[in-house]
């Protein structure tokens, strides 16, 4: 399995800022995934990471709110814009692994805004 | 909609019981199944996927797929305190996302 790392592990915002959320991958994969989980509740994608393209948006999740970026095989980053307190939540990105369409987490980030 | 439903829990087993945890899914053209376990406070982490009817087994955990009745199960024998986590569901259909349940919590009481 890939290893998955995220920064920031966790920071405390103010309503209207904006934060860069970045993943990192040890290997190259092909397909890169973004999830949100709101306290107590189960993983909900926000966006698939395309290499080389725009990302895939689920419905209720848009570009301009969830900006997000795929420079190459091993990185992504996802910018969470405009915060209000209901953006609070744990941020995780994933990877599927290509030999048993398995996903793999990083750690997470941790975002609390005030 | 595709849906993935579980028993939010908590369930409760004593110290070296078995552990059922259930799954029923609606996307009849599923083909890859899989449960995770998360922590609290941590990410998920894959126990175990299957793919074809019947059992699999991996040490102290079973997964059990029935694509007739769509329904998936996680058997976890001889539970340990350490097994207490919420355990997430996830069903997968061909060239398409992951769909998560909403997780069982299971409490494994010493």
């Known amino acids: 399995s890939a290893v998955i790392s995220q920064k920031p592990s966790r920071d405390i915002c103010q309503r209207g800022t904006s934060l860069t959320i970045q993943c990192q991958v040890d290997?190259?994969?092909?397909?890169m995934f973004w999830y949100r989980q709101q306290p107590g509740q189960s993983l909900t994608l926000i966006a698939t990471?395309?290499?080389?393209?725009?990302?895939?948006?689920e419905s209720g999740f848009v570009i301009d709110k969830f900006p997000i970026s795929r420079p190459n095989l091993t990185f992504s980053t996802l910018t969470v814009s405009n915060m209000s307190p209901e953006d609070s939540s744990i941020y995780l990105c994933s990877v599927e692994g290509w030999e048993t369409g398995t996903q793999y987490f990083g750690p997470g980030t941790r975002l609390t805004v005030l | 909609q595709k849906e993935v439903e579980q028993n939010s829990g908590p369930l409760s087993v004593p110290e070296g019981a078995i552990a059922s945890l259930n799954c029923t899914y609606s996307?009849?053209?599923?083909?890859?199944f899989f449960w995770y376990r998360q922590y609290s406070g941590k990410s998920p982490e894959l126990i175990m996927f299957?793919?074809?009817?019947g059992d699999k087994e991996d040490g102290r955990f079973t997964a059990q797929l029935n694509k007739a009745s769509q329904y998936v199960s996680l058997l976890i024998r001889d539970s340990q305190p350490s097994d207490s986590a919420t355990y997430l569901c996830a069903v997968k259909n061909y060239g398409q996302n992951f769909v998560f349940g909403p997780g069982t919590r299971l409490s494994v009481l010493p």
């Open positions: 299957i793919y074809s009817n």
């Open positions: 290997s190259q994969v092909t397909m």
């Open positions: 990471a395309n290499q080389g393209s725009e990302a895939t948006y």
């Open positions: 996307d009849r053209g599923s083909q890859s």
